[in-house]
């Protein structure tokens, strides 16, 4: 499709580039001169430093090739302890998966060195009935807990002993606990690096003028604290990639910054969250007020409603929107997360959000008097009222 819009493909390996004459070498010999240069090199599983790592049978997910050496490692119908270090999204959603797939094959257990699971997209009240959820469908999750050490046996990985004192036998062990700028190609240009990857502009430009960089390889500006930032998530990059474009134009549109919004699904529940959880803006050294509420995802008299809780954060300061999280049995109100990003790039306030109507119909939504946003936003100018 791109190469019948007259856009050449090259399927090749960069090896250098020689900023100072505009000129980029592949490994399979060719060179290629610009006038402009857009970099979006991605990142790369963070693979932490414990004993036995590099065994047989310990892998991340972060592609294709990645994915076919999982599928082939679990198949079989022989039963296989299953090990995932760290409980973030990849995780909780390739554990779900395969529990649900074939119950019965896999003993899994999740290992997470925080208190919760999903720790940076939901505080310990939101998360804790994901957990007690996913539990109740045979996952075993271990918090507070760090592994000391991969034990192997010919090679093999064999079993995880933790701090506990606990040792676990395994089969197969996941490492997803996050991910690296791929920045070795931006260092040797000698473009200016941030804290977490390339630096760049609003513009998506780096240090030198005609060098564009975006995506997980760049450090970000989160929106709410002004912050240097990862960001490393698949809506940033898209959008940074249609900016560069735009530049390259002769727009000037910014880059707003991120909220690292996200979500993830496990068995029928979704779970999604932007902007600051309550203990990330306490960090931040915000203080906040917040508010819980148990919403439906229809009119509780129709058959078939499904229950659903939202959580939202607002600055006590400034009375603005910097965060939210939903917890739905249902994909539809999840959705609503956008809402939330939009109210918080809009910078709506407690008092304005209580004013906040949704389209309503009794099928496809709970009703106008319960609102989850606005009842929240209601509940926290009770509680500034209090306090």
């Known amino acids: 499709m791109l190469q019948g819009m007259g856009i050449n493909v090259v399927q090749d390996e960069v090896v250098q580039v020689d900023a100072k004459n505009k000129t980029v070498f592949s ?6 001169k610009y006038d402009k240069l857009y970099l979006a090199t991605g990142s790369s599983s963070f693979i ?28 079989g119908d022989q039963k296989k302890n299953i090990i ?61 807990v760090k592994v000391e050490k ?10 995880v002993q933790l701090s506990s004192g606990e040792t676990l036998d395994a089969d197969v062990v996941f490492m997803n606990v996050g991910v690296r700028p791929n920045i070795q190609l931006a260092k040797e240009i000698g473009l200016e690096m941030g804290q977490f990857g390339i630096k760049v502009n609003a513009f998506q430009e780096t240090s030198d003028p005609d060098i564009l ?6 450090e970000k ?33 910014e880059f707003p910054g991120v909220l690292d919004a996200g979500g993830c699904k496990m068995f029928d529940m979704t779970i999604t969250a932007t902007g600051l959880t309550e203990s990330n803006a306490a960090k931040e050294g915000i203080e906040t007020v917040c508010a819980v509420v148990d919403s439906r995802s229809k009119h509780g008299m129709i058959p078939g409603m499904k229950p659903w809780k939202l959580k939202l954060v607002f600055d006590k300061n400034t009375e603005k929107l ?33 004013t906040f109507t949704s389209a309503c119909n009794p099928d496809i939504s709970s009703e106008p008097s319960a609102e989850p946003i606005t009842i929240a936003a209601e509940h926290a100018l009770q509680k500034l009222k209090q306090q």
Not at 213 to 218: K, S
């Open 27 to 32: 490994a399979g010999g060719k060179e290629f």
């Open 48 to 75: 932490p430093p414990i004993e036995g790592n590099d065994l047989e049978g310990v892998m991340t997910l972060r592609g294709l090739p990645d994915a076919e050496k999982i599928k082939a490692a679990v198949a």
């Open 84 to 144: 995932f270090i760290g409980a973030g999204f990849i995780s909780m959603e390739i554990a779900s998966l395969l529990a649900e797939t074939a119950p019965s094959t896999y003993n899994i257990f999740i290992i997470e060195l925080m208190d919760r699971p999903l720790p940076l997209m939901l505080d310990k009240d939101m998360s804790d009935s994901v957990r007690e959820y996913l539990e109740g469908k045979g996952l075993n999750i271990q918090t507070g």
């Open 150 to 159: 991969l034990i192997g046996k010919d090679g093999k990985v064999v079993g």
């Open 213 to 218: 960089a975006g995506g997980d390889c760049v």
């Open 221 to 253: 500006i989160n929106f709410i604290t002004k912050k240097p930032t990862p960001g490393q998530l698949r809506g940033p990059a898209v959008v940074q990639g249609r900016l560069a474009a735009k530049r390259l134009a002769g727009y000037a549109i």
């Open 322 to 354: 910097i965060g939210g999280q939903i917890v739905s049995h249902s994909i539809a109100p999840a959705r609503e997360i956008d809402a939330v990003s939009a109210f918080i790039l809009g910078g709506r306030t407690i008092s304005q959000l209580t």
